[in-house]
Every structure is written in structure tokens, then in C-alpha cells.
């Protein structure tokens, strides 16, 4: 996959990761070199909007999701996210 959505998600522009899920044929479940999804990444960093966008277009919660969203970045728990992907799975 091209860089160009990691780089959107790990820099929160939600404009543009609406604009390449929008435009491109995105495989929002692929992952990076480092075995990480676009929605890993946001849910570690604690991008509400970016994770929701993603969710929207596809994206799967795993394990790992959950793991990243109790640990994020800087040791903060991004409840907010777990609260997401919580209604999310409930569906």
C-alpha cells in the first residue's frame, strides 16, 4: 500500500484520510512494514475521528487494537477510543 494513509494517520489529517478513503481503492485492514494497521496506529496515538473514519470504511478491530488503545502513546489509556470500539463491536 502506498505510505500515503500511514502518514495521514499517524499525523491526525482527518482531511486526508477521508480524501484517500474517498478517491483510492484503500485496503484499510493492510499493514505496514512493522505489521501495524492504519487503525493500530490511530487508536495508539488517540485520533477519535481518524479511528471512526477508518471503522467506517472497513476497518477491523483486533486484539492488538485494544492492546495499543490501554497503552497508547505516552502510557495515556485513550478511553475514548475503547468506548468506540466497544459500540462499535456492538453493533
Not at 26 to 39: F, K, M, S
Request: contains cysteine.
Amino acid at each position: 500500500m502506498d505510505d500515503f494513509l500511514f502518514r495521514a494517520v499517524y499525523m491526525s489529517d482527518l482531511d486526508t484520510v477521508e480524501k484517500l478513503l474517498g478517491e483510492h481503492n484503500v485496503d484499510v485492514n493492510e499493514a505496514d512494514q512493522l505489521g501495524r494497521t492504519p487503525l493500530q496506529i490511530a487508536c495508539y496515538f488517540g485520533y477519535y475521528e481518524v479511528c471512526k473514519k477508518l471503522l467506517e470504511k472497513g476497518a477491523k478491530i483486533d486484539e492488538d487494537c485494544f492492546r495499543r488503545a490501554q497503552n497508547g502513546w505516552d502510557g495515556h489509556r485513550q478511553n475514548e477510543i475503547i468506548e468506540l470500539f466497544r459500540e462499535w463491536q456492538n453493533r
